[in-house]
């Protein structure tokens, strides 16, 4: 399906705001400024020829042409288009979750029997419970490896994989990849690479502009925004895997609905304010935890002594290091964490990240909840670890809730 925006001079925040749509096409009778919500599952056309035509997707004349929703429908239509300029890719499908676009990507990228992957073994763990529950049994090699250390690079080159994953900044330690080195290292090797970029939306940062094939986010996040609305999607920077990441959403049916296409679009067109609210918010609450005397250790790309500062100053856009960040408590217990969170008065203690809300979690009990002590450990989660996803609320509200629930 051709997926064009009519302006590409426009500035990102502009496109984000008018992207999808072509506000100068008026129509007699009036053009509505927000795209309709086309709750209809099939298609009308002038003739079955017509219809014929239009399940390849796109008329003689070059248009988008539709039949039936799970493969494409409308409503995703001015989403995908938006995501697509703001990736600077050349296409986009939306999927039900971040989860379903990842299960996508991977298929996409040609992960089948006899293919090896090397994912950072810094993934969000249903991501590494996805390769090993459906990929390692259905015959792929699957390499979990350390890839924010400075020897990733010598790592890709030995194990040689077909597919390379990575999330750009990890959860909960917000360690940041050297995305252009990975890129590099699997351009030598004629590898895939697939970016998970949930935490670092494309006002941040955009991995096609970096040489990544694919990139996928959990729309859920901070492309939605406020907490209302399941989503994921793929960017794709080639035409080919762009097919092959469609043709798996028509055969998994793991495609958006228009209802929730039409929150995700709403968020996204506010992405870029958020974000700016979202970024020096966290980089405030960051050097408040930072001087706390409860707290250990503050993990924030935007400190200083964040081991990969000088990697997230090259890549992140200048001053915006994100809005997740965690901390370590001086009473590094388990006991400690939950009277700590029980005693939050604004910030949640919830799952999930990038809503508006300010969302507090302890990895353990939450995105982490399945490993052992050990393998916790060896992520270097300690006991005390607490993960702030720093809201838009106004900043000395959030600080003062943490202070008085820190000294609990
Ligand atoms: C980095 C990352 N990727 C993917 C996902 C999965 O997204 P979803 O819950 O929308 O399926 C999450 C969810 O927390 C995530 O944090």
């Known amino acids: 399906m051709a997926q064009h925006d009519h302006n590409h001079s426009w500035n990102f925040e502009t496109l984000l ?3 999808g749509i072509d506000h100068q096409a008026k129509k ?3 053009t509505p400024t927000v795209p309709p919500i086309y709750a209809s599952t099939t298609y009308l056309h002038n003739s079955v020829e017509e219809l014929d035509r239009a399940f390849s997707g796109t008329t003689p004349e070059g248009e988008d042409a539709f039949v039936y929703a799970r493969q494409a429908n409308r409503s995703a239509h001015a989403l995908e288009t938006t995501l697509t300029s703001a990736e600077k890719g050349v296409g986009t499908v939306v999927f039900s979750s971040g989860m379903a676009a990842i299960h996508a990507s991977l298929l996409a990228a040609g992960l089948a029997p006899g293919a090896k992957i090397v994912a950072s073994k810094d993934v969000y763990g249903p991501s590494i419970g996805l390769l090993q529950k459906l990929f390692i049994p259905a015959g792929v090699e699957v390499v979990l490896a350390d890839l924010c250390c400075p020897t990733a690079v010598e790592r890709i080159r030995q194990e040689q994989p077909d597919i390379i994953y990575v999330e750009t900044i990890s ?7 050297d ?13 895939v690479t697939i970016v998970d970029s949930t935490f ?4 941040l940062f955009r991995p096609i502009e970096h ?10 996040k901070y492309i939605g925004g406020h907490g209302d609305s399941t989503a994921g999607a793929v960017i794709s920077a080639k035409n080919t895997l762009l097919d092959q990441v469609r043709a798996y959403s028509h055969l998994l049916g793991s495609m958006l609905g228009p209802f929730d296409t039409h929150l995700m679009l709403r968020g996204l067109r506010t992405l870029s304010l958020r974000m700016e609210r979202h970024c020096s918010n966290a980089a405030q609450v960051a050097s408040f935890l930072h001087e706390h005397p409860a707290v250990a250790r503050v993990h924030y790309p935007g400190l200083p002594d964040h081991p990969q500062h000088d990697i997230a100053s090259r890549l992140l856009k200048p001053g915006q290091y994100g809005g997740l960040l965690a901390f370590e408590l001086k009473e590094a217990s388990r006991a400690a964490v939950f009277r700590f969170m029980d005693n939050l008065q604004l910030c949640l203690s919830a799952t999930s990240l990038g809503d508006v809300f300010t969302l507090i979690s302890y990895p353990p009990i939450s995105s ?11 992520l270097g989660i300690t006991e ?3 993960r702030v996803s720093v809201g838009i609320e106004h900043v000395e509200d959030i600080i003062q809730d943490l202070d008085q629930a820190l000294k609990s």
Do not use: F
């Open 384 to 386: 005390g670890c607490v």
């Open 171 to 177: 959860n909960p330690l917000v360690k940041v990849i």
């Open 200 to 203: 670092t939306p494309p006002s």
């Open 28 to 30: 007699a009778g009036g």
């Open 179 to 191: 995305i252009d080195a990975i890129s590099a290292a699997a351009k030598e090797i004629d590898a």
């Open 368 to 378: 982490h909840r399945t490993l052992t002590n050990t393998e916790l450990q060896n």
């Open 17 to 19: 705001v008018h992207g």
């Open 211 to 220: 040489g990544i094939d694919l990139v996928v986010h959990s729309a859920t």
